[in-house]
């Protein structure tokens, strides 16, 4: 049990610095989603399993899918930004 | 209008845009129309000023970075110096380390508020003001984001990549599998609030979250049937207005020592402690349809 409880701290506290030092937004959130998942079977062993099943719910799940979103929309905003410019310059042009 | 925004944007965003520039730029597009009929010392003034905007500008420009750094030390060391006053970590002087608040808790809970669960009587009993203001914070922010995100609701639905996921089998394979039993997990969680862990938050996010894989899964369409924005503001404000009203008349009775419809009843059995089920409802109802309607407002625009 306490084995359990140290390995899963150590995990924590490298997904947490793993996700702040990755480059790529991607693997970060998905690390983040682990960070959640290691952190609801945390507040399970700490004997708090309404915190474990809102983490798991909240955390893992519908707060990573609303970046994922986000991460998309900004993508997508970004894309805009290059057809706006392209297109004012043709305008320009002649 | 939304393509001179997007420039507007852009330009800020770039750090290039200088709303003095802009003054000069239409001083120069209106002088030729005014030459005649202006004096010229009027318009040598004129750019005199505009320069000295310009000038005014950049100082204030290099001044903010001052400001802030002295603006955010200041904040942190409030912040570090209020932290020195607080109580040291297990000293026994505070009311969370005497037992008083914690005894009355645990020694008068069950028989107060009819939950076995003591947490839920403390959230939902207690403290239901807390849980009130959190519900009514969530529908604050769906209200700001609908705001934001309503406002091109004419335009067609931008989404092609959700569309491709949605042909995916696998997906749709785990989604015809799990969405039952997530559905059925979230309900359970929220009618056995008081009797064991879980309550309305985690099992109305448990909901959502089966509702924003089905609708990932399948066609949103179908689930906009029953959900749309219409229902979604009926559910929540009703729901809003239940708890409210129903903590309002117990508050009543409670202040006045009068007897109330909802009693504790027997510990242990679904139909007990008194007003904690009826708001658990109310409050997983209230977060499961925002949690979707986040999803949805931010992949398609709309409920």
């Known amino acids: 049990m306490n084995y359990i409880e140290i390995a899963l701290l150590g995990l924590l506290i490298i997904c947490g610095i793993a996700a702040s030092l990755t480059r790529n937004l991607m693997v970060s959130l998905i690390i983040f989603m682990a960070y959640s998942v290691i952190m609801s079977i945390i507040w399970a062993f700490l004997r708090a399993p309404d915190l474990a099943v809102t983490e798991a719910a909240v955390g893992a799940g519908i707060s990573s899918v609303l970046m994922f979103i986000t991460m998309k929309k900004l993508r997508d905003i970004n894309r805009g930004f290059t057809q706006e410019e392209g297109g004012s310059h043709e305008e320009e042009a002649p | 209008m939304k393509k001179k925004l997007l420039d507007f944007l852009r330009e800020w965003d770039e750090g290039n845009f200088e709303f003095s520039m802009k003054m000069t730029e239409n001083q120069l597009k209106t002088r030729p129309e005014d030459q005649d009929r202006l004096p010229p010392d009027r318009s040598w003034t004129r750019t005199e000023v505009a320069r000295a905007a310009q000038s005014e500008e950049r ?3 290099r001044l903010v970075p001052v400001f802030m750094g002295v603006f955010l030390f200041a904040v ?3 912040l570090l110096y209020v932290v020195t006053e607080m109580p040291a970590f297990g000293s026994s002087g505070t009311p969370a380390n005497s037992g008083e608040v914690m005894r009355r808790y645990v020694e008068s809970g069950l028989s107060e508020t009819g939950a076995v669960n003591i947490v839920a009587g403390i959230i939902l009993d207690y403290r239901a003001f807390d849980t009130l203001g959190e519900s009514h914070v969530l ?3 769906t209200i700001a984001v609908m705001i934001l995100m ?12 959700l569309r491709i996921l949605r042909n995916d089998l696998v997906l749709r ?3 015809k599998i799990s969405v039952p039993f997530l559905l059925v997990f979230g309900i359970y969680i929220i009618l056995n609030g008081h009797l064991g862990p879980g309550g309305g938050f985690s099992g109305g996010a448990v909901i959502g979250g089966a509702l924003i894989l089905y609708s990932t899964a399948y066609a949103p369409e179908s689930l906009r049937k029953v959900l749309n924005l219409r229902s ?3 559910i929540v404000i009703a729901a809003l207005g239940f708890y409210s009203f129903a903590k309002c008349y117990s508050f009543f009775c409670g202040a006045n020592g009068l007897e109330t419809v909802f009693t504790a009843g027997t510990p242990g059995r679904i139909f007990s402690a008194g007003l904690i089920l009826p708001l658990n409802t109310a409050v997983g109802l209230v977060v499961s349809c925002t949690m979707y309607g ?3 407002l931010f992949t398609r625009g709309r409920i």
């Open chain 2, 59 to 61: 100082a204030f420009r």
């Open chain 2, 76 to 78: 942190a060391g409030f």
């Open chain 2, 139 to 141: 529908f604050a922010a």
């Open chain 2, 150 to 161: 309503l406002l091109e609701r004419e335009e067609e639905e931008p989404i092609s990549e």
């Open chain 2, 173 to 175: 394979n785990t989604a």
């Open chain 2, 232 to 234: 979604y503001r009926l």
């Open chain 2, 294 to 296: 986040f999803y949805s």
